[in-house]
C-alpha cells in the first residue's frame, strides 16, 4: 500500500504504526512544516522529525521504501498555512501519485474526499493522562512555604528568592550546579506535565522561550540560541490575603466600590502590589462588581469568577478593545510600563471602565507622574484619581487626585490661574504636591511646611528666570528672589542693554511670559558676591556650579542619568552650562526622564551635540 501522510499523520507517529504499507511518499511541504516549529521550539516539530528518523530506520531495514517528493512550499505559502495552502500542495501530491492521503486531520479528510484523493483518516492522539495522577512537578521540591522564586540554570548551583513580602532576598538553595541533562528533565517535565493537565497551559511559545502557567506557578523556560543556556525561572505568590488582612484608610473600601475609578497600585519589585491587586479584585468582585483582567503572562491568583484576558494577536489595545464589548465594571491591568500601556488604561477609562493599574514605582507620586507628557494634564484626575502606594506588603500612602483652577501654592499673582492637579493625602486631606504648567514646562511641586514650601516655589521660579535670562546674556547670570512675585537679575555691564531691550521691551516680554517683575542690576551689585559668598542660586564655589558631570544612557523609552549618593534629593540638570530642569533624584540614584517629552528632545539634542551635561544638588 502506498501512503502520504500529511503533517498531521506525521507529528501523531501514525506513519510507523501503520501495518499495510510498503511505500510512504513524504512531501517537502511537510517536511518544512515539521522545520519550522522545531526551531520556533514547538514540540509539535520534534515530534514530527522523530518520525521521519523512524521512517528512515525502517527503510535502512528493508520494511519499506520512503521517498521525498513535491517541492518546498513558498513564503507566502507557509503564511497561509492556515488558510491551507500547505493542506492543497498536499492532496494535490498524493492524487498526483495515486497515493492513500493519511491524515489526523478532519478538515484535510473531508476535502480531499470531496476532491476525489483517497483518504484515509485516523483519530488524532489524544493525551489520556489522567488528571488524579498528576502528581506535580519536579520543580515543586525547591519550594517552601517561604518561596517567591526559583532560578535554575545550567552550570550554576539553584537559587532562589525566599522571605516576606517586603524581606526577599536572594541566594543558593544548592551547592552543586545543575548539569546540561538536569535542566533538560526539568525544562520536559514542566512542558510535558503541563500540556497534560487540566491545572496547566502554555502561555507564550517563542522560539527559544516558553510561559508556562502550571497551578499557582508561572514558569519561564529558556532555551538556546535565545539564552546562552537552559534556564528555569519559577515564581508563585507567598501569600493571598483578602482586603480584611490589609490596615487600610478609613473609607478606602467605599472609594473602591460607589463608583468606577482610575486607580494605580505602585511599588517597588517585591512589595506586594500584586498581591494586593489580587486582593482587590477578589473584594470587588464579592460587592457584586464584575472583574477582568488584563495581564501578559496571566499570573494573577484569582477566583474562577474572575476571567483572566491576554494579549490578543499581540496587542492589549485589542484586548481592550474586546473588553469594551464585555463591559466589565473594573478591569485590574497588571504591569502597566510601556506608554502603549499607559494609552489603553486611560482609553479604557474614559470608556467609562473603573481601571486599576499595576505600576513599578519608588515613591507614590512618581506612579502618577509617568502620566505626565502620556495624558494631557487636565485629564489625568479623569484617568487617575486615586494612588496607593504598597511598601512591604502594607499600604504605606493613599493619594487623592483632582483638578482645580486656582493660582499655583506659592505664587501670587491672579493672572497666573491655571487648572493645576491637586494631589492630596487621602487621610487627612492637605495637599502633598502640585502639577501644573509653567512657562511652557510640566513642574511636579511638593508642598511642604514653612520655609521649606518657599523655597521649593522660589527654586523653581529662580530656575526658569536663570533659563530666559541666559538664552540672551553671554556672560554670567545670578537671580535672587525678592518675593513671591519679583526678583532681581544680575547680568555683567556689557549684557545690561541686551536684556532689557529696545525702550525696555525684552524684559517686559520676559516678565509676562513668568508672571514675574525682574529688576536688572550688574554683577557689581550683587551682595552675595562670587568666590565663597552665600548666593541663593547655590553657583558661588565653583565646583557646586559646575555640577558633577554624568554620562546619559539612553534607552528605548527613557533618558537616565546616573545620580549615585544623591537619593531622594533635587538636583539641577544643566548641559552646555545652560539650566534644563530640576527633577528629584530616585531610591535607585538615577533620573529618569520619558523619552518624547520636551524635556527629553532638548537633553537628547544636548547630547547629540556632544554638550557636556551635569547635576547639580540643591
Do not use: C
Not at 504591569?335 to 507614590?364: P, W
Amino acid at each position: 500500500m502506498d501512503i502520504l501522510p500529511d503533517t498531521s499523520a506525521v507529528i501523531d507517529g501514525r506513519v510507523s504504526e501503520h501495518d499495510d504499507v510498503t511505500h510512504v511518499y513524504v512531501p517537502n511541504a511537510v517536511v518544512a512544516e515539521l522545520e519550522s516549529q522545531a526551531n520556533q521550539g514547538r514540540d509539535s516539530g520534534w515530534a514530527g522529525l522523530e518520525e521521519l528518523q523512524r521512517l528512515a530506520e525502517a527503510a535502512d531495514a528493508g520494511d519499506l521504501s520512503v521517498e521525498y517528493i513535491g517541492r518546498r512550499p513558498t513564503h507566502d505559502e507557509t503564511e497561509g498555512a492556515g488558510e491551507g495552502d500547505i493542506d492543497a500542495l498536499i492532496r494535490d501530491l498524493a492524487r498526483d501519485h495515486d497515493a492513500t492521503l493519511l491524515t489526523s486531520d478532519r478538515v484535510q479528510a473531508e476535502v480531499g474526499e470531496a476532491m476525489g484523493v483517497t483518504v484515509e483518516y485516523v483519530e488524532p492522539k489524544v493525551d489520556t493522562t489522567d488528571e488524579t495522577t498528576d502528581d506535580g512537578l519536579d520543580i515543586e521540591r525547591y519550594f517552601d512555604d517561604k518561596t517567591m522564586s526559583v532560578h535554575l540554570k545550567t552550570g550554576v548551583a539553584p537559587m532562589a528568592k525566599r522571605g516576606d513580602i517586603g524581606d526577599i532576598s536572594y541566594g543558593p538553595i544548592a551547592g552543586e550546579p545543575l548539569s546540561e541533562s538536569e535542566m533538560l528533565t526539568f525544562a520536559n517535565d514542566i512542558e510535558s506535565t503541563a500540556r497534560a493537565s487540566s491545572r496547566g497551559f502554555v502561555e507564550l511559545e517563542e522560539p527559544g522561550m516558553k510561559i508556562i502557567q502550571y497551578a499557582d506557578y508561572r514558569i519561564a523556560v529558556a532555551r538556546p540560541p535565545f539564552a546562552d543556556g537552559i534556564e528555569i525561572t519559577a515564581v508563585r505568590p507567598i501569600a493571598s490575603p483578602t482586603l480584611d488582612e490589609y490596615d487600610l484608610p478609613d473609607g478606602l473600601r467605599d472609594r473602591f466600590t460607589e463608583h468606577q475609578r482610575g486607580i494605580l497600585l505602585s511599588g517597588s519589585p517585591g512589595a506586594g502590589k500584586s498581591t494586593f491587586a489580587q486582593a482587590v479584585a477578589e473584594f470587588l468582585a464579592d460587592s457584586d462588581f464584575a472583574v477582568k483582567t488584563m495581564e501578559k503572562p496571566r499570573d494573577l491568583q484569582v477566583g474562577d469568577h474572575i476571567t483572566q484576558y491576554t494579549e490578543l494577536r499581540g496587542s492589549m489595545e485589542r484586548t481592550a478593545d474586546s473588553l469594551l464589548m464585555v463591559r466589565p465594571d473594573y478591569t485590574i491591568y497588571d504591569e502597566v510600563r510601556k506608554t502603549s500601556d499607559f494609552n489603553t488604561f486611560a482609553d479604557m477609562r474614559l470608556a467609562g471602565v473603573g481601571m486599576i493599574g499595576v505600576v513599578h514605582a519608588t515613591r507614590a507620586i512618581d506612579a502618577l507622574q509617568r502620566l505626565v507628557g502620556r495624558v494631557e494634564l487636565g485629564m489625568i484626575p479623569q484617568v487617575v484619581d486615586t494612588v496607593v502606594y504598597i511598601e512591604a506588603g502594607e499600604v504605606d500612602t493613599v493619594y487623592e487626585v483632582e483638578t482645580k483652577v486656582k493660582v499655583p501654592h506659592g505664587l501670587m499673582e491672579e493672572d497666573l490661574t491655571r487648572p493645576v492637579v491637586v494631589i492630596s493625602d487621602y487621610e487627612t486631606g492637605e495637599p502633598a504636591y502640585e502639577i501644573y504648567t509653567f512657562n511652557q514646562q510640566v513642574v511636579t511641586v511638593p508642598l511642604e511646611d514653612g520655609d521649606e514650601q518657599e523655597s521649593g516655589v522660589s527654586r523653581i521660579a529662580k530656575n526658569e528666570i536663570e533659563r530666559e535670562i541666559k538664552s540672551i546674556a553671554h556672560g554670567q547670570v545670578e537671580v535672587e528672589i525678592t518675593s513671591d512675585n519679583a526678583a532681581t537679575v544680575y547680568v555683567s555691564e556689557n549684557d545690561i542693554s541686551s536684556v532689557i531691550g529696545k525702550g525696555g521691551g525684552r524684559i517686559t516680554d520676559i516678565e509676562n511670559r513668568l508672571g514675574m517683575e525682574l529688576d536688572v542690576r550688574t554683577l557689581d551689585e550683587y551682595a552675595g558676591g562670587f568666590g565663597g559668598g552665600n548666593s541663593s542660586s547655590g553657583s558661588t564655589d565653583s565646583k557646586s556650579k559646575q555640577g558633577e558631570i554624568v554620562t546619559p544612557e539612553v534607552t528605548s523609552r527613557h533618558i537616565i542619568l546616573p545620580v549615585e549618593g544623591h537619593a531622594g534629593e533635587t538636583v539641577e540638570v544643566q548641559a552646555g552650562g545652560q539650566y534644563l530642569f530640576t527633577a528629584t533624584v530616585s531610591r535607585g540614584g538615577e533620573v529618569q526622564i520619558s523619552r518624547g517629552s520636551g524635556l527629553a528632545d532638548e537633553l537628547e539634542t544636548a547630547v547629540d551635540s556632544g554638550q557636556q551635561v551635569t547635576v547639580t544638588p540643591q
